[in-house]
């Protein structure tokens, strides 16, 4: 298995560009509603930042596939809920380049300024997006995510000095507070609207979640990730908000506010101060982080947009051929040039608070279920090693519950809610999305036959229109603790073979699972003896270094309970939508050694034990027996 390229930080430079970078046009949008009370605003939406980053990173870490919370869905519920989760987040990563792409054109006026207006900004905001999607196209490597650290600290210097300079020469406390009248100014609908736009930050959290599988580091890494890592996001984002409110025409209503307060607001905020050699100096300063920071979240965007496509269409919740991999950059080509397409549609209207109401339908959805479903893996996969863990958990049913979840995922909802009741275009085009992409997802599944809850894969092959082959891409493989164990975990690697994904060799997987058979006599979530969880654990561990000796395979371990083990493992492969199951039949075997078969029923049942006759007479993959050589009777020739 290929060593992991990506650090924590890595990942912070990731999260912040596409973070911070919102205020650099939200700021506008959420004041021009909120008015005075934008500071408040911005801190509640930092809660739920706060919120969102603990079960994304949690999620991340247990599940480390491509796909951010269309993977956590698809590990807690069905292929159904992981592809609207997915479908959403994709309508997100296009409206936040088209945003970002055209905000840029404002920030760039500050040089020259017909970039800002007219027919030659939709050309510079076109032009931007087609740049981003031939850079993802060719491929965009390790060593440029790892440059995003070094424009998230530029941009934090930045944005620190304008918070630093705006609290002492601009803020006056009571001139604000004069001009907050509940209800009126601003008004509820407003407020409570505003308050779900400042949430467009956070997409960058789905991003970062989709490159788990190249990151590396530890648990006290991940921990600081969710600290510090959050908290110089909230202090940059709340500091903003202060001093905007203190530079933009809040006292006059959203009437007093002007194009460029609105689409580019931090340089009227530079505009603000009176001394001219500092407001001259403090506009150039945010105009060059605005650029090179909007053009890293744009594609950082495209990224995501590459990387959930791959996940979709090796999972058949898209066609293969929106999928499809270019044949030797092995990036997905096609739909990277039709999500540039629908962004430079978007851009045309030059409308950003069109643009970031119909963003929020798309996020709050996808957050609701991303809480949603680390709360059910908390009860479905309560044995498996996590990481990191949502703190401040409660014990029920012998699960834990995740309280900051249970909290997100009722303010997601709600957030959801308003979205649909108060934006017009959210209302109208969101739900198109979502129909017209359930629409596609049924068809799709039922022309080849597949159903519509359980997972289906396709190798990458398929991807890249090449021939198929003998190996398998899934194999679900349960361990025993037995000395075949080793054998039939070679007979996987082998079947899983070289099958991997150029971008990082992890593309065959092998699920290797315990099962615990509790007696009826005792609940199921029972406290298992500490010498079988340690003998499952030394046999899982032993499962995935043996396994991982094959060139592209990757082993997920798990342990899982049931009252018979063959229900287990057929239930197994069904919730993971493996390909075929490699399994080691009871002794007494007839089967010779290094025998395969493949399908159910037939005269093998009567040579195998229980749970094998059972996995052969109910799995719906394929199923693969291996057995030892058997001892020849005595006086029997050789």
């Given at each position: 298995?290929?060593?992991?390229?990506?650090?924590?930080?890595?990942?912070?430079?990731?999260?912040?560009?596409?973070?911070?970078?919102?205020?650099?046009?939200?700021?506008?949008?959420v004041?021009?509603?909120?008015?005075?009370?934008?500071?408040?605003?911005?801190?509640?939406?930092?809660?739920?930042?706060?919120?969102?980053?603990?079960?994304?990173?949690?999620?991340?870490?247990?599940?480390?596939?491509?796909?951010?919370?269309?993977?956590?869905?698809?590990?807690?519920f069905?292929?159904?809920?992981?592809?609207?989760?997915?479908?959403?987040?994709?309508?997100?990563?296009?409206?936040?380049?088209?945003?970002?792409?055209?905000?840029?054109?404002?920030?760039?006026?500050?040089?020259?300024?017909?970039?800002?207006?007219?027919?030659?900004?939709?050309?510079?905001?076109?032009?931007?997006?087609?740049g981003?999607?031939?850079?993802?196209?060719?491929?965009?490597?390790?060593?440029?995510?790892?440059?995003?650290?070094?424009?998230?600290?530029?941009?934090?210097?930045?944005?620190?000095?304008?918070?630093?300079?705006g609290?002492?020469?601009?803020?006056?406390?009571?001139?604000?507070?004069?001009?907050?009248?509940?209800?009126?100014?601003?008004?509820?609908?407003?407020?409570?609207?505003?308050?779900?736009?400042?949430?467009?930050?956070f997409?960058?959290?789905?991003?970062?979640?989709?490159?788990?599988?190249?990151?590396e580091?530890?648990?006290?890494?991940?921990?600081?990730?969710?600290g510090?890592?959050?908290?110089?996001i909230?202090?940059?984002?709340?500091?903003?908000?202060?001093?905007?409110?203190?530079?933009?025409?809040?006292?006059?209503?959203?009437g007093?506010?002007?194009?460029?307060?609105?689409?580019?607001?931090?340089?009227?905020?530079?505009?603000?101060?009176?001394?001219?050699?500092?407001?001259?100096?403090?506009?150039?300063?945010?105009?060059?982080?605005?650029?090179?920071?909007l053009?890293?979240?744009?594609?950082?965007?495209?990224?995501?947009?590459?990387?959930?496509?791959?996940?979709?269409?090796?999972?058949?919740?898209?066609?293969?051929a929106?999928?499809?991999?270019?044949?030797?950059?092995?990036?997905?080509?096609?739909?990277?040039?039709?999500?540039?397409?629908?962004?430079?549609?978007?851009?045309?209207?030059?409308?950003?608070?069109?643009?970031v109401?119909?963003?929020?339908?798309?996020?709050?959805?996808?957050?609701?279920i991303?809480?949603?479903?680390?709360?059910?893996?908390?009860?479905?996969?309560?044995?498996?090693?996590?990481?990191?863990?949502?703190?401040?958990?409660?014990?029920?049913?012998?699960?834990?519950?995740?309280?900051?979840?249970v909290?997100?995922a009722l303010?997601?909802?709600?957030?959801?809610?308003?979205?649909?009741?108060?934006?017009?275009?959210?209302?109208?085009v969101?739900l198109?999305?979502?129909?017209?992409?359930?629409?596609?997802?049924?068809?799709?599944?039922?022309?080849?036959?597949n159903?519509?809850?359980?997972r289906?894969?396709?190798?990458?092959?398929a991807?890249?229109?090449?021939?198929?082959?003998?190996?398998f891409?899934s194999?679900?493989?349960?361990?025993?603790?037995?000395?075949?164990?080793d054998?039939?975990?070679?007979?996987?690697?082998?079947?899983?073979?070289?099958?991997?994904d150029?971008?990082?060799?992890?593309?065959?997987?092998i699920?290797?699972?315990?099962?615990?058979?509790?007696?009826?006599?005792?609940?199921?979530?029972?406290?298992?003896?500490?010498?079988?969880?340690?003998?499952?654990?030394?046999?899982?561990?032993?499962?995935?270094?043996v396994?991982?000796?094959?060139?592209?395979?990757?082993?997920?371990?798990?342990?899982?309970?049931?009252?018979?083990?063959?229900?287990?493992?057929?239930?197994?492969?069904?919730?993971?939508?493996?390909?075929a199951?490699?399994?080691?039949?009871?002794?007494?075997?007839?089967?010779?050694?290094?025998?395969?078969f493949?399908?159910?029923?037939g005269?093998?049942?009567?040579?195998?034990?229980?749970?094998?006759?059972?996995?052969?007479?109910?799995?719906?993959?394929?199923?693969?027996?291996?057995?030892?050589?058997?001892?020849?009777?005595?006086?029997a020739?050789?």
């Amino acid at each position: 298995m290929s060593p992991r390229t990506l650090s924590a930080r890595a990942l912070f430079g990731l999260v912040y560009t596409m973070s911070v970078s919102s205020v650099y046009f939200a700021l506008g949008v959420v004041a021009q509603r909120a008015l005075g009370l934008t500071p408040l605003v911005f801190l509640i939406a930092g809660v739920f930042f706060a919120l969102a980053s603990m079960t994304y990173v949690e999620g991340a870490a247990l599940h480390r596939e491509r796909g951010g919370s269309s993977v956590f869905a698809r590990y807690a519920f069905n292929e159904l809920v992981s592809f609207v989760a997915g479908w959403a987040i994709l309508l997100d990563y296009a409206i936040l380049l088209a945003v970002t792409a055209f905000t840029a054109t404002n920030y760039l006026a500050e040089f020259w300024k017909p970039v800002g207006d007219g027919p030659l900004e939709l050309v510079v905001a076109v032009g931007v997006i087609a740049g981003v999607a031939l850079m993802n196209v060719v491929g965009v490597s390790a060593r440029q995510l790892r440059r995003g650290l070094i424009v998230a600290l530029a941009d934090i210097a930045v944005q620190l000095l304008v918070i630093v300079l705006g609290l002492t020469l601009l803020l006056h406390p009571g001139a604000i507070v004069d001009t907050i009248h509940l209800g009126s100014s601003p008004t509820w609908d407003d407020t409570i609207y505003a308050l779900t736009i400042a949430t467009i930050a956070f997409t960058g959290l789905e991003a970062a979640a989709s490159l788990a599988g190249e990151t590396e580091t530890s648990r006290s890494g991940l921990h600081r990730l969710v600290g510090p890592g959050v908290g110089t996001i909230l202090l940059v984002y709340v500091g903003i908000a202060v001093v905007g409110v203190s530079a933009l025409p809040v006292g006059g209503g959203p009437g007093a506010f002007t194009t460029r307060d609105v689409e580019a607001p931090l340089l009227s905020v530079a505009d603000a101060f009176t001394q001219r050699w500092l407001a001259d100096g403090l506009r150039t300063a945010v105009a060059v982080t605005a650029v090179i920071g909007l053009l890293a979240a744009a594609n950082s965007s495209m990224l995501g947009i590459s990387r959930l496509a791959y996940g979709l269409a090796t999972n058949r919740q898209i066609p293969s051929a929106l999928g499809r991999l270019h044949p030797r950059r092995g990036t997905p080509y096609v739909l990277i040039a039709l999500a540039a397409l629908v962004a430079a549609a978007l851009t045309i209207p030059a409308d950003i608070d069109f643009l970031v109401g119909i963003y929020a339908f798309g996020a709050m959805l996808a957050f609701t279920i991303a809480h949603c479903s680390i709360i059910r893996l908390r009860f479905r996969e309560p044995d498996r090693d996590r990481p990191y863990a949502v703190p401040f958990s409660i014990r029920v049913r012998g699960g834990s519950l995740p309280l900051p979840a249970v909290v997100g995922a009722l303010l997601s909802g709600a957030g959801w809610v308003t979205v649909l009741v108060l934006h017009t275009g959210a209302r109208y085009v969101g739900l198109g999305w979502l129909l017209g992409g359930l629409a596609l997802y049924v068809a799709y599944r039922r022309i080849d036959g597949n159903p519509l809850l359980k997972r289906v894969t396709v190798p990458e092959r398929a991807l890249r229109g090449e021939p198929p082959r003998a190996e398998f891409g899934s194999l679900l493989v349960p361990i025993f603790g037995k000395p075949l164990d080793d054998d039939i975990v070679q007979t996987a690697g082998r079947l899983a073979g070289d099958v991997r994904d150029e971008l990082d060799e992890e593309g065959a997987t092998i699920e290797a699972i315990w099962v615990f058979e509790v007696p009826m006599s005792l609940p199921i979530d029972a406290r298992l003896p500490e010498t079988q969880l340690r003998r499952a654990q030394e046999a899982l561990r032993r499962a995935k270094a043996v396994g991982e000796e094959y060139e592209g395979v990757h082993v997920q371990t798990a342990m899982v309970r049931a009252r018979r083990a063959g229900e287990a493992i057929v239930r197994e492969a069904r919730r993971r939508g493996v390909e075929a199951i490699v399994l080691a039949a009871e002794e007494p075997s007839r089967v010779r050694s290094g025998a395969l078969f493949g399908g159910s029923g037939g005269p093998l049942e009567n040579y195998v034990g229980d749970v094998t006759k059972y996995v052969l007479r109910k799995a719906d993959c394929r199923v693969i027996l291996t057995a030892p050589a058997a001892e020849p009777r005595a006086g029997a020739p050789r």
